[in-house]
């Protein structure tokens, strides 16, 4: 499916990281732009993440609201999820609204191809469209889809 993007929903996203489990990590970036990487548990409140963060997740989320929760593959070969999404910092709490997601895995080189990686679409915004409202709509089709 090289080249085609399938948008899908936020069910989606939920039903592939419950295969993956609540022990995701959670990437920031400081404020030297060094990545942080911690691993965290998350769970879902209504269409957010939530997590307990440390001191310096939760200051580089408030700083630079921009993060990645990445799961690592599951099976050797298998695919890695991927969630970017937009960090709002409460106390001790992170709160995450996806953006976009997608499974990855590396390709190893073959005599049919050479080394290279393989994605597929989880979450996706629309061409154009604000991340934020994007989610948002989403989220509305599939409230109303359930």
Not at 13 to 24: F, H, I, N, V
Not at 103 to 111: D, E, F, P
């Amino acid at each position: 499916m090289a080249g085609v993007t399938v948008p899908v929903g936020l069910a989606q996203l939920r039903s592939e990281a419950a295969k993956y489990g609540d022990t995701p990590y959670l990437l920031t970036v400081s404020d030297d732009g060094r990545p942080h990487a911690v691993s965290v548990r998350v769970g879902w409140e209504q269409d957010e993440l939530r997590l307990s963060g440390g001191t310096r997740s939760r200051s580089n989320a408030a700083a630079r609201p921009e993060i990645t929760l990445l799961w690592p593959a599951i099976e050797n070969g298998g695919y890695s999820l991927i969630v970017d999404g937009t960090a709002s910092v409460d106390g001790e709490q992170i709160a995450i609204q996806p953006v976009s997601a997608v499974l990855h895995r590396s390709l190893a080189a073959s005599a049919e191809r050479a080394a290279g990686s393989q994605c597929k679409p989880v979450l996706t915004p629309e061409p154009g469209q604000d991340a934020a409202a994007a989610f948002a709509a989403r989220a509305q089709g599939a409230d109303a889809s359930t």
